[in-house]
Each structure stands twice: as structure tokens, then as C-alpha cells.
């Protein structure tokens, strides 16, 4: 009887998977894949476990509830303890219903949203729980095709212009065939009860479910038609939200190449102005509104001169080539406001004024008579003229908007009224009366000391009524999402007319101009790490500015001020110079009595963060329930694996600067490994500074951390300094160590490559934690 139930468990895990292939019409990237096959096993096996200890069918059904609360809060939650809380379920139910929205708002291919994993997971949870229940405990193989047929064929319903047939067609037409071939009475050389009555109709059911699988692919609408219901027909530029790409691809467990552009001026790449919020996130068109399309008369084709989205009395010309490396999108990153589009692609093109977007269009001859598709895809080159706003605050200052464009532009689904005031307190602190100066106060209370805010990619999703509120008015923890949809919310409750844009950083600088040797244009290659949201504000005559209230940690978003709107350098940028400054006028020879206040942070990937109040420690006892829910072992081999090789902390070649980088990387290391990690917004000469504070170690610390900057910053370094920072660097792990408590010690060895494995096993499987960074 076990060796029986043993096969048709394997062979019923066989049939479930055999449905995933597809779900590769439904998102556009792989991510999707780790989380559902991860569900599918685990509940199979929890199953499989219940059924060989013999318990009943009402309590393997309430254990398999309770695992896959546990997955569910392992895979989209922050849990606090082992199990999760009664307070954590609204997070939850928020998710469910953000799904819910989902499914009828963006089409496939989409975004591998949280929302949308969370209601395939659940399901593949059900269907393989209850398909194992018909084929083993019942032995009814037949009926349990029909979940089976329901979970292969939604896939089907959905339109997109591709149609992978036999990809999607063998694979479950084999596994039905097989579930029902070694579901027969004499299949398997195991004694087993008579065939039944029951096995025998769901043998008939499970032969009628086989026939209608064959000509199924023929026959739903999904393959060349219409859906035969709206679950996003990939004809909704609204479906397509631009602002799910930020966090999604912020959330990418590996940073990828996605754009190289070519430049004469530092510029965001823009994707859409968005102008509505619902509660939760901002989107285009109208709220309450389940499919938007832009009014055919702010439609014009992209072979034209494109007309503004909003006249711009002050501007400069600005011009940008950009190849797409790794990216698919119905928008087109683009420089804002563009006026002329070049390259072949350009005909399928077209520029909305309502939102400010580029997108790519199907065209009937030449006309817009199409639909917007996703055309954005590898290899795609365009280039782009555009004339950007340079307006100056004075000019801004006699700006006020009217009534109707307030009206429409300060709309919000309910008040917020404790952001109103606190507002209002921002701009009263600031003596802040017209509204450029407004606006300058309230960036400047988000990404300075005054606001108490931290940029943290570790948060979860903005869901709840009170989500918004608790972000700005307690937590003060997020990433660009929050800290745009925040500032344009009190904005707007405020009555200045604002949005939310997102789009793309302006990227690495890879290959600078030089027209010497005829490079006249700057060249940047634009990472998943650059995604990123801003604010737009309307001044009437000069069109949308941009302001950014986001406080990256890379400190590569660039802030308007007040005496310069527009700028063409990030913060980090900017701090450089202005050290520099400070350090001429000071003289070459000054030394200064305290350590830096801003060095280069090393890449956070190298080191081993935690959450903000938590130790290494504590993440991974976090995630004991975690690992013991996918006590998978080739996951874990896997995570340790992966930890392995990024915990090592390579050379950075032979030259003193290299050494002494990374003798700085094998410092911080060395404290995450001993629970003494760098906290999210610290810099490493801080983080020194702190350990010298708490006497942790000597004053080594400042001459290690002098060292560090001369080599991050370029300066003149030789090979005794090198020597020196090396044994630096031995002396202060060495102190580092005396330090902490002997238990630290002891756990030194595996702090490290256990919180990381957490860590990158649950990427690797969802990457979909805690929601919307940006």
C-alpha cells in the first residue's frame, strides 16, 4: 500500500507541475517559477507525510491550512517571532484584494507582482493538496484531473500575442495520461482495494477531461482571440502599472543590466507621469476606472514632432541615444518632455499628453488604430531630442495654479488629514508661503534631519487603510514609492497639483565623453537598481517639475534646490565636490581632527544587513520556520552555496588602492560575521567612528579610516600605505573580536553564511518579501 501511495504521490507531483509551463504566458520573468515549484513540493510532501501517518482527512486539511499560513508569511510577511501574528493577517488580506484588482488591471505578460504570487501560490496549494487527497486517499485519479484542468486551462484565458502550444499542451497531456494509466487497479504490481464504483466514474470523468485537454488549446479565446473575460488584454497602458516596474525590479535578487544610454546632459529616464491614486498606488487615468485609454486626440504618432504635455517657458536642449540591454516594457524610457523621436522603430511608437508617456503601439497602415503592446524588448535602439524645464525659483514664485487645474491635480480617494497638518507644520517651520517654497520644505523635511526618515528596501508593502499615515507619521522607514506617494499626497492635501512619475535614475557612468578622440556623449548604463519614483508638481507656464524626496543610501537621485531646480549631478556627487571644495579653500596640508562624515558605502550586498533593531542573530532565528517549512536539502545546499561565494571578499588586484578597499571590505566582513554589522544609513567611516565611540578598538580606527577615503576617492596612495591599511586591518578585526562576547565568537563562522543563505534562498524564491522599494 506505501509503495503504491508513493507512486501515485510522485506521479500526481508530476501531473501538478506539468500545469506551471503554462503560467509562463501570465508574467514576463522567471521569478515566478522558484515560488511555485517551492509550494508545489512542500504541499505535496505535507500531504504525502499526513497520509503515511495515517491522519484523517479533516486533519491533514486543517494541518495543510496552517503550513500554508506559514509559507504565506515566510514568503510576503515580516514575521516577528516563529509564527505569525493575529496583526499581520490584514497585510494579507490587503495583498489578496490588491490581486483581486490585479488580475483585471495588468496584462500578460505582467510583472511578477507579489499580489498575483500570492493568489498562484494559494492556489497551486489547494489544487495540489486536494488532487493528492482524490488520487491517494480516495484513489478517484479521474476527478482529480478536473483541479488539474481548471489550474492548466485559466493560463489559456488570458490574451497575449504569443501562443507556445506544444509547450504548454504535452507536458499536461502526458502527465494526465500517465496519472490515469498507473491509476488503474492492475497498473501497479501492488496489492490495493477492488476498482469502486466511484474510481470507475472518475476514470470516465478523467478520459472526458483528456479529450476536452485536446482541443482546449484550439478553442480558448486565449491563443488568438479575445479573453472571454477580463483578466487584462494587454491593450490597457494602465494595466501595465509603470510604478509595479520600481519595486519589482528593485526587488530582483541579482542587479541587472537593463539600459546603456548615451548623453550630453545627467538625466532620469522617464516612464509616466501618474496622476490618479487610489488608496494604495498611483496609476494612469482615472480611479475607479478598471481599463483607461488615453483620449484619441492626446494620441500622436511618434514619426512627428511631439506636441508638450505642458508648455515650458524656460528650457535647454537635451539629447540622448539609448539601447535597451534587458528590459520589456510598453513604455519607452525617455528623457522628458521629448519633442522628436528618431530611429525605425519610431513608428510604432506613439506619445500620450495625458501622463506624459511614450509607448509602443500597434499601427494599422501608419495610423493609430492599434493597440499599445510590449514592444520595448532586448536589442530595441532609439534616440531622443527633448527640451527639459530650467525655470529658477523666482520665476516660480509668481507661478500659482488656477482652480480647475488644482481641482483635477489635488483629487484624492479620502482626506488625510493628519498629513495635512502635518504639512502644514512643515511649511510653517520653514516660513514656506508660495508654493515652490512649499514644496522645497517638504522635500527637504523628507531627505534631511528634521523628518527622522531612513531609506530601506526591507519593508513591506504600502497596504492598509493606515499604511500611508504610519509610514510618514511613525515607522519613517521605506524606500521611493513611499517617500513619492507620501510628499505627493500631502501635496495634494495641501492644494499644490502634484504626481507621482517613475522611471529610471540616470545609471553608472561606464564610458565618459571624450571629443578628442570623437566620443562626444557621455555614456550610462542604467541597472534594475536605478529604477526608482519621483514627484512632479504643475506650474502653470512652466510645466511639470521634478522633485525628489527619496534619501537613497547610494545617494544617486538628484535633489532640486533652491538655488538650483534642475540639477545635473546626484547627491553623491555633490557632496564630493562640495568636499572639495571645503578641503581647497582649506589648504593641502590641514589636517583635520575628526573623521569624514561621508566616504563611498561599499556595496551592501558584500556585507550581511539586517533589519533595522535587529541583530544577524535574530534574522535567522526569524527564519526558522522559514527553513524548516522547505526543509528542502538541495535548497539549502544551494543557499549556502550561493553565501559562500558571495561572502568571499576578493582582492581588488594589486594596485594600493585595490588593497586597500579591500582590506576595508574584509573589516566590515569580519564585524557582520561577529553581529557587529553596519547599520542601513551608516557609511563605513561612521560605522569606525561608532566602534571608536564604544571602544571597541583604538586609534587605528581614524588612521584606517583616512586610508579608506584617499582610496575611494582617488587619492595619492602607494604601497607602504597599502602595507599599512593591511595590518590596520588585522589589528582592528583582532580587536573587533576581544571585543564581543565569546558566544559571538563562537558564532562567527556561520553568523554570516547563515543569515545571507536566509537571505538569498528567499530571494531565489520569491524575492517578493516585503513590498514596493524603491
Known sequence: MRRRDAILGLVTLLAVLATLPAYGRVFAEPAWRGPAVVTVVVALALAAVLRSLRVPWWAALAVSVGTLALLTTALYLTPEGLLPGVEQWPEVRALFAQGLADISETPSPAPTLPSLLLLLTTGLWAVTHLAHELVVRWRRSGLALVPLLVLWAVPLAITTGEAPALRIVVPFLAGAALLLLLSAPDALPVADRPLSRATGSGLTVGAAAIAIAVVTPGILPGYDA?????????????????????????????????????????????????????????????????????????????????????????????????????????????????????????????????????????????????????????????????????????????????????????????????????????????????????????????????????????????????????????????????????????????????????????????????????????????????????????????????????????????????????????????????????????????????????????????????????????????????????????????????LQRRARVGGAGDDPAGRIVTAQRRVLAAAASLGLDRRPSETATEVLTRWLDEDRIGEDGARFARLAQAAAFGGRVDEDDANDAEALADRIIEALRASVEPRDRALATVRVPVTQGVQRTRELVGTVRDRWRG
Not at 319 to 348: C, H, K, M, T, W
Not at 438 to 445: E, F, G, N, S, T
Not at 593 to 604: I, V
Open 226 to 642: 479575445e479573453g472571454w473575460f477580463d483578466l487584462g488584454s494587454g491593450a490597457d497602458p494602465r494595466g501595465y502599472q509603470p510604478i509595479v516596474d520600481v519595486s519589482d525590479r528593485l526587488k530582483l535578487p541579482e542587479d541587472r543590466d537593463v539600459l546603456r544610454v548615451r548623453t550630453d546632459q545627467k538625466t532620469y529616464l522617464r516612464l509616466a507621469g501618474l496622476d490618479s491614486f487610489d488608496g494604495f498606488t498611483w496609476r494612469l487615468g482615472p480611479t475607479g476606472e478598471g481599463s483607461y485609454r488615453p483620449d484619441p486626440s492626446s494620441l500622436y504618432s511618434a514619426r512627428d514632432v511631439l506636441p508638450p504635455e505642458a508648455e515650458a517657458a524656460e528650457v535647454e536642449p537635451l539629447f540622448a541615444e539609448v539601447e535597451v540591454l534587458e528590459l520589456q516594457n510598453i513604455y519607452v524610457p525617455v528623457p522628458y518632455q521629448p519633442v522628436e523621436v528618431l530611429g525605425p522603430q519610431r513608428s510604432d511608437m506613439v506619445w500620450s499628453t495625458e501622463g506624459g508617456f511614450l509607448a509602443t503601439w500597434d499601427t494599422v497602415d501608419g495610423e493609430l488604430a492599434g493597440q499599445p503592446r510590449i514592444g520595448v524588448r532586448e536589442g530595441m535602439g532609439y534616440r531622443v531630442r527633448a527640451l527639459r524645464a530650467v525655470p529658477t525659483a523666482d520665476q516660480l514664485r509668481e507661478v500659482e495654479a488656477d482652480e480647475a487645474t488644482r481641482e483635477r491635480f489635488t483629487e484624492l480617494p479620502r482626506e488625510y488629514e493628519a498629513l495635512r497638518t502635518q504639512a502644514e507644520d512643515v511649511y510653517a517651520a520653514a516660513d514656506a508661503d508660495t508654493t515652490v517654497d512649499r514644496v522645497l520644505a517638504l522635500q527637504d523635511w523628507f531627505i534631511g534631519d528634521g523628518g527622522g526618515f531612513t531609506y530601506d528596501l526591507d519593508v513591506p508593502a504600502l497596504r492598509g487603510d493606515r499604511a500611508l499615515e504610519q509610514f510618514v507619521l511613525e515607522d519613517k522607514v521605506g524606500y521611493c514609492e513611499y517617500f513619492a506617494t507620501a510628499m505627493a499626497v500631502m501635496l495634494r492635501e495641501t492644494g499644490v497639483p502634484a504626481r507621482v512619475a517613475v522611471g529610471f535614475l540616470p545609471g553608472r557612468l561606464t564610458t565618459p565623453a571624450e571629443p578628442e578622440e570623437g566620443r562626444e556623449l557621455d555614456e550610462y548604463t542604467v541597472s534594475t537598481r536605478d529604477a526608482h519614483a519621483w514627484v512632479e508638481v504643475l506650474f502653470p507656464g512652466y510645466g511639470w517639475i521634478t522633485f525628489d524626496p527619496t534619501p537613497r543610501a547610494d545617494r544617486t537621485q538628484m535633489v532640486p534646490r533652491e538655488d538650483n531646480l534642475t540639477p545635473l549631478e546626484n547627491e553623491r556627487e555633490r557632496a564630493a565636490r562640495e568636499r572639495a571644495e571645503q578641503q581647497s579653500g582649506r589648504g593641502e596640508n590641514e589636517r583635520h581632527p575628526t573623521l569624514p562624515d561621508a566616504t563611498p558605502q561599499l556595496p551592501e550586498q558584500d556585507l550581511a544587513p539586517t533589519r533595522p533593531g535587529t541583530s544577524a542573530a535574530d534574522t535567522s532565528s526569524g527564519w526558522v520556520v522559514w527553513t524548516l517549512a522547505l526543509a528542502g536539502l538541495a535548497l539549502v545546499a544551494a543557499a549556502l552555496w550561493l
